[in-house]
């Protein structure tokens, strides 16, 4: 038969469910603690991860925009003459004072590929040679244009997340409710703030802010929208003829150099 517990007992029983429901309650309060903090890590590290793959695209896009140059630089090449290249310049659209502008001005790299054309005379080996060089160069600013029309998808892509990881990660919101679980021990008062002055709260927060992405930071110059070939197919060939005539000497030197440049 089982004897009932005296007052002792019954405060010594009493006291020890109590110390078991206050380490219950801490185990509880700890798990919950921890749950937050690796759900914020685990989604920042998403975030920061969507941002190191935009950067590099970015570059990617950046070496594109580079061969793009390139075809730029070769059809000056071809003109000769400065007075040449204002005219093509013209006849493609590109604006004064803009960024293709001024790769006018810009040295051959001959980092392309070889031009392979043939003809019975020099002077309609050349007409098709500047042809090519603005159907190479076309097709480049095309590929570019996808390439940048994409990364600016990204760009907002990634804003947005970044957006509403901060709408679901308030770090000022986050710490409030962490402390609200009133752990005391003396990890908790280090990590969540219960010792930082407001000044420190607010230069926390202000840290571990992710702030959007700014596409202009990239530094890409805006796509052209060049003239389908069709469209300005005569008025080129008529361009390269006047070329030819005019700098017959220099065209042709340059056709020798060309016929020597491999791909």
Not at 51 to 76: K, L, N, P, S, Y
Not at 227 to 245: F, G, N, Q
Request: glycine fraction near 2%; proline fraction near 3%; aromatic fraction near 8%.
């Amino acid at each position: 038969m089982k004897m009932p517990m005296d007052a002792v007992e019954w405060k010594c029983a009493r006291k020890g469910k109590g110390i078991m429901e206050e380490d219950l309650l801490l185990s509880l309060t700890r798990q919950v603690k921890e749950e937050v903090v690796e759900n914020y890590i685990s989604e920042r590290r998403l975030i920061e991860l969507q941002i190191e793959d935009f950067h590099a695209q970015a570059e990617r896009v950046r070496e594109c925009c580079e061969e793009t140059c390139r075809r730029f630089a070769r059809i000056a090449y071809l003109m000769i003459q400065q007075e040449m290249v204002k005219r093509v310049m013209s006849l493609m659209g590109v604006p004064e004072s803009s960024y293709w502008d001024k790769l006018l001005c810009r040295k051959f790299s001959r980092k392309v590929r070889f031009i392979h054309v043939a003809a019975l005379t020099r002077k309609s080996k050349f007409r098709k040679l500047v042809i090519e060089a603005y159907a190479r160069l076309r097709q480049w600013m095309e590929k570019y244009r996808r390439a940048y029309e994409d990364l600016q998808e990204e760009c907002r892509g990634v804003n947005r997340n970044i957006k509403d990881f901060q709408a679901r990660f308030d770090v000022l919101t986050m710490m409030s409710f962490l402390k609200s679980l009133d752990v005391l021990t003396e990890e908790q008062k280090h990590f969540l703030g219960e010792n930082f002055t407001a000044e420190e709260v607010c230069s926390i927060d202000q840290k571990l802010c992710i702030h959007p992405l700014n596409f202009k930071d990239s530094s890409l110059p805006v796509p052209l929208a060049l003239p389908p070939l069709e469209v300005i197919r005569s008025d080129l060939a008529e361009l390269a003829h006047e070329v030819y005539h005019r700098y017959q000497p220099q065209a042709r030197d340059l056709m020798e150099s060309q016929a020597h440049h491999g791909p």
